[in-house]
């Protein structure tokens, strides 16, 4: 690679001061070809940061030099090389894996709502899907169990425009809690669930830290005995908010939860 005829003496007055008085910036992208006046340096750009850019000959030689005010010059003429404008990004994501709503004010509640069934089904839900839910306006809320949920259905008296989903622990065949759902028939309640005995267990063990959730024999309190057999104390709201934290997106919980969620929230936004 070889500098091109500038004239006779390319540095004779003021060669820093084109003849219109203006000094053009020019990204230094990379393949760029541009010449060091001082040293008489020619070659391609190669990479460019804060500190200088770095331009490399036809021989690979490589020299570092400052982002000077008509530093360079190209084609014979002074230019100011700067950084090029960074290249987009990628979405950002919120903790769902959902497109992030930059600026995000949340909209007004809609009538419609999502139940689960305590406080740590509701926080790990705002945790995960808050961004959504606050973009679609739809709220959370616990109820404390599911024994009464068919008299707190008819009391939230569903249509239309009023839908309800329903988040269920352990909803499996022949449960208490299947049965219960079986008892409501409204086509505006979609009531689902996950198979977990709590949704301490909805979160991946390798998420907080051990190998599996224990196996907790019947007639024992489900919640004492995991942290019992874990050995992490005697605090279930200490456990869960170790929990909790160790809960950062959607990966780090189980499928069988994320899918019931996805379902329960565009059941209550559908057009």
Known sequence: MVSKNYG???LAGDWRRPRKGLIPEVPAEPGLVAEDPD???CG????????????E??????????????GFLIDGEPVTLVRPPAAPGKPARSASGSIAVQGLRARVA???????????????????????????GVVVEYLEGVDDLPAI????????????????????????????????TSPHVLVTGHPFIDIWEAVKPAA???????????????????IAELGWGDDTGAAWKRILASVNTYTDLEPALLGRVEELIDFVTAP
């Open 8 to 10: 006779n003496d390319v």
């Open 39 to 41: 040293s008489g340096f």
């Open 44 to 55: 391609a750009v190669v990479a460019c940061d804060k500190s200088g850019v770095t331009l």
């Open 57 to 70: 000959d036809r021989f690979g030689k490589r020299r570092v030099f400052p982002l000077a005010k008509s």
């Open 110 to 136: 809609k009538e419609s709502r999502i139940y689960v069934e305590g406080v740590h089904d509701a926080e790990l839900v705002e945790k995960i899907w808050g961004h959504d839910l606050r973009v679609e």
């Open 153 to 184: 259905v008819e009391e939230f008296a569903p249509d239309e425009g009023r839908r309800l989903g329903v988040l269920v622990d352990h909803l499996v065949d022949g449960s208490k809690e299947s049965r219960i759902a079986e008892r409501i």
């Open 208 to 226: 907080v830290g051990i190998g599996a959730w224990p196996r907790i024999p019947r007639g024992v309190p489900w919640k004492e005995g995991v």
